[in-house]
């Protein structure tokens, strides 16, 4: 896999062999091969090939060229180098009694053509053959042709027939095999993905679902505690504590509700459930309220404000007014927030008109501020969903503390969880398992060490990295953290920094050892697939060398009865010739006597013919053909032995 990386996002265009084959494949609906290519991956620069398999989008025809076209998805590819197709499958025996020379059309892909372009070589072959098989469309030939020092023995000579016999299926099988092994890949893959999401999709609507069902559930209760925190506050018998607990309350509570709002709005997008209602307002008035409510804000913070509306803007525009408000808000107090020095401008427009009234225009909005402002890399996510950055579980008995750390932590983008007492702790880690715990040492009842010991004897909390949090800061107590299963020691008084950098450390090694089981749980699961799937080659080659087998013991007996029939002929026949010669040759030794003085005819004719050399070879010509035929006949008994 390490050596085609190199072609990932090569472009299958870019060159016309690879763009032909690429047309072929998605126009006919079947795998295509290309011609002749140098694959990018490969630093030999051998020939090599790819094959195209299409992919069309589901439920949509592909009956002819343009609807394939129209429905066409993409491709499966392989790529193959002919050099591993052949060596990697020719047994040594046929390397050295045999050459291959492989031609796509004109294109040498495999072998010296100087074996079939020189003559000598191909007259001192014992064994010559051509084979033309197609391969995905394209037209390739394969030459056979025999070493000088190629023999034929009685034992090899059916396993060299089969060799060659299969050599041309088993390059094709080879090619069918790794493109259906990319199918099954792909095609398991997709099914995966395609079930994780339909999965997510129905979850995340039901969550929506839930969440937009519960406006009336939430609110309730909410606006009691709020209507009597208001009540209360009235009582003017209350303590000053009391006055500021109440408060606190209050000030809680509208922000629950804020973001019960933001929970609910967010809910109903997604449940598709949002609504907007439109109406006429002032909107001058909207930009009044708006720079009144930040103007105190930004001159705290050394800032100018700047509203700036075009005459344009007509004074009653149509819209939701409390979305446009909620918008601008969001906007102008994130502005407020991350500028330490300059302005802040809200520019307010006339935009194009819209498509089906050209008497009414869009209305733009713009705010500008001179903060650092956001990367470029980043403004491709601004939209994206925020990440999940951990589940954290704090344990401490002091409350100040308690609450200093969730604010802290939430404030970040955690969630966070707490607990007062170590069993409090243990019943909360039954309900959740969080990514990190903080832990307190000095706690009633049960201290942070004997929890700890506790957590890390669980196996379903054993793992959860645990950082301690505490006031002692001498040497024993560190090293006893460290002892029971801590990961880390944080002495109070502690800065926020340093509890946040060391947080994020270990939540990071905490993601990594995930991504790395995930990793592991995925590698295990394709070995077991390329397992199977070699088990399944194997499997299949057996077959085919059994049905390879088979039908060579089937068709070879008839091979043999065909051979012998004319060896016999020939064998039988060869002292009648011997004779029939003998006597034509004293014939005409008789005829040269009688006639002493031939004409110039017969004189020309014995200079061409040289009945003499005739003569001394023939007996030799006939003892040879004699000894071939036996030879032939000797072969074919062998093979006649070797199939009963």
């Not at 429905?71 to 291959?100: C, H, M, T, W």
């Not at 609507?205 to 208001?230: D, V, W």
């Not at 993601?511 to 199977?532: C, D, F, N, T, V």
């Not at 060896?567 to 030794?589: T, W």
């Amino acid at each position: 896999m390490l050596k085609n990386l190199k072609a990932i996002g090569l472009d299958l265009g870019y060159e016309p062999v690879r763009r032909k084959g690429a047309e072929r494949a998605r126009d006919t609906g079947n795998p295509a091969a290309t011609g002749q290519i140098i694959l990018v991956q490969d630093r030999a620069k051998t020939p090599g090939f790819l094959i195209y398999l299409p992919i069309y989008r589901l439920g949509m025809p592909i009956n002819t060229i343009a609807e394939r076209q129209s429905a066409f998805l993409g491709f499966i590819y392989a790529p193959f180098r002919v050099l591993d197709l052949v060596e990697e499958g020719l047994p040594k025996s046929v390397q050295e009694n045999f050459d291959l020379v492989i031609y796509n059309g004109k294109d040498l892909m495999y072998g010296k053509a100087d074996n079939l372009a020189n003559p000598e070589i191909r007259s001192h072959s014992r064994y010559y053959r051509k084979i033309v098989v197609d391969v995905a469309g394209e037209t390739w030939n394969l030459y056979f042709i025999s070493k000088s020092k190629f023999t034929i023995a009685g034992d090899n000579f059916p396993k060299i027939v089969l060799v060659i016999g299969t050599l041309t299926s088993l390059l094709l099988f080879a090619i069918v095999l790794s493109l259906s092994a990319a199918y099954r890949q792909t095609k398991t893959a997709k099914e995966i993905s395609d079930a994780a999401k339909e999965a997510a999709e129905t979850a995340n609507k039901a969550k929506s679902i839930f969440l937009a069902n519960m406006s009336h559930e939430l609110r309730t209760p909410l606006n009691a505690i709020l209507g009597f925190t208001q009540i209360m506050n009235r009582d003017s018998s209350l303590k000053e504590e009391q006055i500021e607990n109440l408060g606190i309350i209050s000030r809680s509570g509208e922000h629950l509700l804020s973001l019960i709002n933001d929970v609910l709005n967010m809910s109903k997008i997604e449940a598709g459930r949002i609504t907007l209602n439109q109406n006429n307002f002032d909107i001058y008035e909207l930009l009044t309220v708006l720079e009144e409510m930040f103007m105190l804000r930004a001159e705290a913070k050394g800032l100018q404000l700047i509203f700036n509306c075009d005459p344009e803007v007509t004074k009653y525009v149509f819209a939701d007014e409390s979305k446009l408000r909620q918008v601008l808000i969001n906007l102008l107090g994130n502005a407020i927030k991350f500028t330490e020095e300059g302005k802040v401008t809200l520019r307010v427009g006339v935009g194009i008109q819209t498509e089906n009234n050209s008497n009414k225009k869009l209305i733009s909005f713009e705010v500008e501020d001179t903060g650092y402002g956001i990367k470029s890399d980043d403004i491709k996510t601004l939209f994206d969903a925020l990440p999940h950055r951990g589940n954290i579980l704090i344990i401490d008995d002091q409350l100040d503390s308690l609450r200093l750390l969730t604010n802290i932590l939430s404030e970040q983008g955690y969630e966070v969880s707490s607990a007062i007492s170590g069993v409090m702790a243990l019943k909360t880690l039954q309900a959740i398992v969080p990514d990190l715990i903080l832990l307190d040492v000095n706690m009633p009842h049960m201290n942070g060490y004997v929890i700890c010991e506790k957590l890390k004897d669980n196996p379903n909390t054993g793992e959860i990295p645990i950082i301690f949090i505490s006031a002692l800061d001498n040497t024993f107590d560190k090293v006893k953290a460290f002892r029971v299963g801590g990961i880390d020691y944080i002495t109070k008084p502690f800065q926020v920094e340093e509890v946040l950098a060391r947080i994020e450390n270990h939540l990071h090694n905490v993601r990594i050892k995930k991504q790395l089981q995930i990793s592991e749980s995925i590698q295990r699961e394709r070995a077991e697939k390329l397992a199977q799937t070699l088990e399944e080659i194997q499997n299949t080659q057996s077959q085919f060398d059994n049905e390879k087998m088979s039908r060579l013991i089937y068709i070879l007996p008839r091979y043999v009865q065909e051979i012998n029939n004319p060896v016999n002929s020939i064998i039988s026949h060869i002292p009648d010739a011997h004779h029939y010669i003998k006597d034509l040759l004293r014939l005409l030794a008789l005829y040269k006597k009688a006639l002493p003085k031939p004409t110039t005819e017969i004189e020309q004719e014995i200079k061409d013919i040289d009945l003499e050399s005739i003569g001394s070879d023939l007996p030799k010509l006939l003892d040879s053909i004699k000894i071939a035929s036996k030879r032939i006949d000797e072969i074919a008994k062998s093979l006649s032995s070797l199939l009963k």
